[in-house]
């Protein structure tokens, strides 16, 4: 069975500090990977996608960056922290990006940027 | 621009009886309709869905029910019981199937069952 790891749970950092997330996918070969955000009081916002290792797309342009090393694995990044950039952030797979392949979030990662 | 809204942020129901969670699109091009449902410190999972050729999708205690006319979707759980305390997320697709492509969320409700 397929299962998603994402690490660290909570994560304080002061502003203007780096950032590094990262999301690891067990169980499946060359699946897509998103990370998503949820700030306060909004749904949940597609920020990167990769369909294959050194492939990124951004949804919304941001202060913070995507990369994919490994075929499994998703960073997410930051050299420089904004306040706004606190959220509970999510990372997903699906087998591809097209119909009937769900997604399958982790359990998140709660940032506060002070 | 939000296309997918769910105006209650918070709805408290006692146990036992019915939840009704509405969720409200503007995008006339979604296909399909998804609930995710979110406990603390874990990751959306699925939880039910509905094609736009249905108006109605049952399993077990949940129901979704879809007007597209009205551009309105809504879950209905039934009966509510204490597990179904969460964050629930409606999603909406141009694409059958609900795949991840073009998946739009809303900003969700938290369900709180009281004793």
């Known amino acids: 069975s397929q299962t998603i790891h994402q690490w660290p749970a909570t994560l304080v950092q002061p502003v203007g500090s780096p950032l590094s997330l990262e999301c690891t996918v067990e169980g499946t070969s060359n699946p897509n990977l998103y990370w998503y955000r949820q700030a306060a009081g909004r749904g949940l916002q597609l920020l990167f996608y990769?369909?294959?290792?050194?492939?990124i797309s951004s949804e919304v342009p941001q202060n913070l960056s995507a990369s994919r090393p490994q075929d499994r694995q998703f960073i997410l990044s930051s050299k420089k922290l904004l306040l706004s950039d606190s959220g509970f952030y999510l990372c997903a797979w699906s087998r591809h990006r097209g119909r009937n392949s769900p997604l399958h979030f982790g359990n998140g990662t709660r940032l506060t940027v002070t | 621009d939000q296309q997918v809204k769910q105006n209650s942020p918070s709805l408290s129901v006692q146990e036992g009886r019915i939840s009704i969670l509405n969720c409200d699109y503007t995008n006339s091009m979604f296909d399909y309709f998804l609930w995710y449902k979110k406990y603390p410190a874990e990751g959306p999972t699925f939880l039910i869905s509905?094609?736009?050729?249905?108006d109605k999708n049952e399993d077990g205690r949940f129901t979704v029910f879809l007007n597209k006319s009205a551009k309105h979707l809504s879950l209905h759980i039934v009966p509510s019981q204490p597990g179904d305390s969460a964050v629930y997320f409606c999603?909406?697709?141009?694409?059958?199937?609900?795949?991840?492509?073009?998946?739009?969320f809303g900003k969700g409700t938290h369900l709180i069952i009281q004793p």
């Open positions: 990769s369909v294959g290792i050194g492939q």
């Open positions: 999603a909406a697709s141009p694409y059958s199937g609900g795949g991840a492509d073009g998946l739009t």
């Open positions: 509905i094609s736009s050729i249905k």
